[in-house]
C-alpha cells in the first residue's frame, strides 16, 4: 500500500481538485493534461486518471518513446494543499463502469460549483474520456510552504501551509 487514507480522502473528496498529468517522450520533452478526474483502487497502489480522447493518442506517443514515467499533481482548488504523485505507466482503458460515470460526473458537478459557464461546455462522460492506470512509486508534498517538494510520510497530515 503506498496510498493512505489521508490521501485517498483527499483525492476523493476534495472539490474542486485539479489534476494535471504529465509525461515525456524519449528526448525529455514533457506533455502535460488535465485530468478530468481519479479512480483509486483497493489495493492502493495504482491510479486512474480521466483524459480526454482528443489527448489519448499524443499521450500514447510520448509514453511509447519514452521511459514511461508518469507524473501527476493533484491541487485543491481552494487550499492549495496539493499532492505529486509519481509512478509507471500501466495501461489505457476505456471507461465503461457506473463507477467511472459516477467519479466523471462527481468531478464536473464539483468544478461546476466555481466555474459554471465554463463547466457547462463540458459534457464529461465516458464516452469523451480514456483512464490513464498508472502504478504508484512516490507521492511528495507540493503545498506551497516550509514542506514543498518533501516527500510524504505515510499517515502524517501536518504539512499544511
Known sequence: MILDDIVVHFLTNTEPLYIHLAVSNSNGMPYSVRGFGVKTYRDKNKLGIYILKSQTEK????LKSGNGAVACLFTD?????????KGQFKELQNPTSDEDF???????????????KMYAKYPLSAALCDLVTYKIEEIFIQTPGPYAGSKYQEGESKYDS
Open 59 to 62: 499521450l500514447r506517443s510520448y
Open 77 to 85: 482548488g481552494f487550499s492549495n494543499e496539493s499532492y505529486q504523485i
Open 102 to 116: 459516477d467519479i466523471l460526473s462527481r468531478y464536473r458537478n464539483g468544478s461546476l460549483k466555481l466555474f459554471p
